[in-house]
């Protein structure tokens, strides 16, 4: 089976899935041409690369006029002058050129110093398109010059959604409970699930998903710190703030999502009815999603009525 990430990755705003509010404006602004520099933030898998990629070729860039670059290995001073001079020169074809800065908050702070200029008055026929993971890292001197987008972990039923539609296409079946399954544990990732979806594909039972899956660790090694810590008892506020104090600049909703998912997991294997009420209480705690904001008090608070209630 060919990579079903690649493959299936959307091509124009109407394959999107679960983001109709984030469409509807960034069709209003491509009729508009009211901005050339973006900014889009969310969580691994969410789609901000590939949103970016359908954004500059929908304002009339070709794929040879797109520049894709990974700001962990292109960070320096330098590397960010080059860019701004390459935007400087016409573009093949209809003269338009984008470049998508992927990761940005891994630029150095002259890097994006050095972006500020071009970012704020680009070059006729060009756009800026940043990606990142952590809001919290990006300058403000970065952000205002940009249309800042907000991209939430997707829904669970907008991935089984997903599911259903590439399952249709490679003609294989799988069972809806094993897609919600994937869901579940694709921790509010598109680019999760399609890759869950690979091992799982054409299977019927939710067992044998489940024993396939049961490999599959949670990515990030604060948030299953967190998980672990409240999986073993009620914690201590203390260390469970040093841990979240680990994960600045994370995306809250990630982290409940993941939290929930995993608590979950734990709880269908729990037998002891006091370990259960008390997981209970976690999940019932970390329930509700957050609001899109850049900081962590949101999970401040539901660690709150864990520990403090």
């Known amino acids: 089976m060919s990579d079903l990430i690649t493959k299936h990755r959307p091509k124009v705003l109407e394959d999107l899935i679960g983001c109709e509010s984030t469409v509807k404006a960034l069709r209003s602004i491509i009729k508009s041409k009211s901005s050339r520099a973006f ?73 994006l110093q050095a972006l500020l200029k071009s970012v704020e008055e680009p070059p006729a026929g060009a756009y800026w398109f940043f990606c990142t993971t952590e809001i919290s890292k990006v300058p403000e001197t970065l952000k205002t010059r940009c249309t800042v987008f907000n991209l939430l972990p997707a829904k669970k039923a907008d991935i089984v959604a997903l599911l259903e539609r590439v399952e249709s296409k490679e003609l294989f079946q799988t069972s809806e409970s094993v897609l919600k399954l994937i869901a579940r544990e694709s921790h509010g990732s598109y680019r999760r699930a399609l890759s869950l979806l690979t091992k799982c594909a054409g299977l019927v039972y939710t067992e044998d998903a489940a024993e396939l899956l049961a490999s599959v660790e949670v990515d990030d090694a604060e948030i299953k710190d967190l998980c672990q810590l409240l999986v073993q008892g009620k914690p201590h506020w203390a260390e469970a703030v040093a841990l979240v104090k680990r994960m600045k600049g994370k995306n809250a909703e990630s982290i409940r999502i993941v939290v929930c998912t995993y608590i979950e997991s734990v709880l269908f294997n729990t037998s002891e009815d006091s370990r259960a009420g008390y997981l209970c209480e976690v999940l019932d705690a970390f329930a509700e999603p957050y609001p899109p904001v850049n900081g962590l008090y949101p999970v401040l608070m539901s660690l709150g009525r864990v520990v403090l209630q």
């Open 39 to 111: 900014l889009f933030v969310g969580a691994p898998g969410v789609g901000k690369t590939t949103i970016a990629r359908i954004v500059a070729a929908e304002m009339g860039c070709s794929s040879n006029n797109i520049i894709e670059v990974d700001a962990a290995t292109k960070s320096g001073v330098d590397d960010a002058r080059e860019l701004t001079s390459v935007l400087q020169f016409i573009g093949l074809g209809s003269g338009k050129r984008a470049i998508i800065y992927d990761e940005c908050q891994a630029a150095s702070k002259p890097a």
